[in-house]
């Protein structure tokens, strides 16, 4: 963990929930997973798990500004997850 942060806790497991679940299931069941790769992979895992990112993140964004009373919101992520649309959809 980070330095002068006592490490009381570790991760050991985390599942998915809520609407990235519905989210990852609809993946699974229109096939897409397998189109991606029809082998099980970390590569694939992480691929599905940034489609899922991209579509919950207005949602998250929105949640987070209405619940903490935020007006504006830096947002740093990885490339591929802030397109061009999701830039305007945003702002």
Excluded: C, Y
């Amino acid at each position: 963990m980070t330095e002068g942060i006592p490490n009381h806790f570790e991760v050991i497991r985390s599942l998915p929930h809520g609407h990235v679940m519905a989210i990852l299931e609809t993946i699974k069941k229109l096939g897409l997973d397998k189109i991606i790769s029809e082998k099980s992979s970390r590569i694939r895992n992480l691929v599905v798990a940034m489609i899922s990112d991209s579509a919950t993140l207005s949602g998250q964004i929105e949640k987070v500004r209405k619940g903490w009373g935020i007006e504006n919101v830096v947002w740093v992520s990885d490339r591929g997850i802030l397109t061009n649309s999701k830039i305007k959809e945003l702002t």
